[in-house]
């Protein structure tokens, strides 16, 4: 399961600075109290693999497309200065979003770079386009994007996004509200146009209510708990010890058998297939010893629910931002590890199903001492999740030339124990796992999950 020590060269040709076409206004976004928590953390960095013949002319249509895009997203192309009065502010004329334009020097490597089996990550990073360093005040550049071909076989196009500006659900809005824009070749937003794109964002910030002051509270245990370091750009990788980065299929059969096994060991209806999928992957990161602490007693799990149906009154679904909360769960690990995997995955499902309930009785209970849970929890090691299949990264992602090959959320990298759940470009309710492991933890991770779907590999 060793992956290849070879890894493509990256050239950058050209980057370019893409501003949403005029007339825009001077704009600026008040931070809630929802993206202030991620205000010093990071990059969301998602990579979207396409085969295509003629790589240049799709390079085309995604350069005079984007402008279509960002006239509705104009936020991307902007700053957020981490003080008062925390702003997501645009500028015309000042702010713009990096487009890097790359090329692979061996398009061979193109078919290696999509598999599912593990890869050198070190042949995945510098596909992954950075954020630029922040300006003397502070400010940093919330999103960028590159483009790099693969002569004759395919482009990869990278997208960051740092999550104080928005989370998954509004970044997959743009990618998608994007990849019409390219399909149909727009190079302009309005007129008769405007019915063929995505509905637009929802930038009115005022939507989420904050008559407790959460904002403040939350600012002032972020200042209380640690003092805030400067907002990390992507700074150059130090040296590191190999890693692989590998995607796991679940199919749907295997995500039905899992829910009925863990229904037939509980009393509570059967679990969705996001609960059944990180169940399976909480096992698996325990008994590659990728999360958990050796000899724990109870282990523990941190993933981020999506609060936009849950808050009363709800937000629209094309709200831009973010509206997430962290759910907290916790179980005995002798539980997670006794008996087979399906026994551990059965009590890891109940486990999430009870803090899912629970977290859905008052969504935003407890909400001033989050960040400082978060921080308790992490020297425990727990699992986390990025993404969900709901989002759609395959779904949602057809520039004109079909479905990605394949898409990884590389930023799993930066917070060990982390899963990423997305949908699978078979479609068909299979759910794809990816991780980001040492080579021995991912050789354990992968037997664990081939022995939960009967001997199946990846």
């Known amino acids: 399961m060793a992956p290849p020590s070879s890894s493509p060269g990256v050239r950058v040709l050209d980057r370019i600075h893409v501003s949403p076409p005029p007339p825009l ?10 993206d202030v928590a991620w205000l010093f953390t990071g990059p969301v960095e998602r990579l979207f693999f396409y085969r295509h013949p003629d790589p240049a002319a799709a390079l085309a249509l995604l350069r005079s497309s984007l402008p279509v895009a960002l006239c509705r997203f104009y936020p991307l192309a902007g700053t957020i200065r981490p003080h008062p009065p925390f702003l997501c502010s645009y500028t015309p004329g000042a702010d713009a979003l990096t487009l890097v334009v790359a090329e692979s020097d061996s398009p061979d490597e193109f078919d290696r770079l999509v598999a599912r089996s593990p890869r050198d990550l070190a042949g995945i990073r510098p596909l992954v386009p950075r954020l630029p360093p922040p300006g003397e005040d502070g400010a940093f550049a919330l999103a960028a994007v590159q483009a790099t071909v693969f002569l004759g076989r395919g482009l990869c196009l990278g997208v960051s996004v740092h999550h104080a500006a928005c989370d998954d659900a509004s970044t997959m809005h743009f990618v998608r509200t994007w990849a019409a824009a390219c399909r149909l070749g727009l190079e302009s937003d309005g007129g008769s146009e405007d019915a063929a794109l995505p509905p637009p964002p929802v930038l009115d910030r005022s939507l989420v209510a904050d008559p407790d002051d959460l904002r403040g509270k939350t600012l002032a245990g972020m200042a209380r708990l640690a003092p805030p370091p400067p907002p990390p750009p992507q700074q150059e990788q130090e040296e ?10 679940l199919p749907r059969h295997q995500i039905d058998r899992i829910k009925e096994g863990a229904a037939a060991k509980s009393d509570a209806k059967p679990p969705s297939s996001f609960v059944a999928a990180s169940a399976l992957a909480w096992v698996c990161l325990l008994k590659s010893g990728s999360a958990g602490v050796a000899g724990a007693e109870r282990s523990h799990m941190l993933f981020s629910a999506e609060c936009r149906t849950r808050l009363a009154p709800p937000l629209p679904a094309e709200y831009f931002g973010n509206c997430l909360r962290p759910c907290f769960v916790e179980a005995a690990t002798a539980d997670l590890l006794a008996g087979d995997t399906a026994d551990g995955v059965a009590a890891a499902a109940s486990a999430i199903g009870s803090a899912i309930r629970e977290m859905e009785q008052g969504v935003l209970e407890g909400a001033e001492g989050w960040l400082g849970r978060v921080l308790s929890v992490l020297p425990e090691r727990p699992m986390s999740v990025g993404g969900s299949p709901r989002h759609g990264v395959y779904e949602n992602a057809d520039f004109g030339w079909g479905r990605p090959a394949r898409v990884e959320m590389v930023s799993v990298e930066k917070t060990p ?7 699978s470009p078979e479609g068909d309710g299979d759910i794809e796992l990816g991780v980001v492991l040492p080579t021995d933890a991912m050789n354990a991770f992968a037997s664990c999950f081939a022995d939960a779907l009967g001997g199946a590999t990846i």
């Open 240 to 249: 590191k010890a190999p890693m692989a980065i590998a995607s796991f299929l």
């Open 25 to 34: 206004p001077d704009s600026a976004l008040p931070l809630t109290f929802f």
């Open 417 to 423: 124990g982390t899963v990423a759940l997305a949908d």
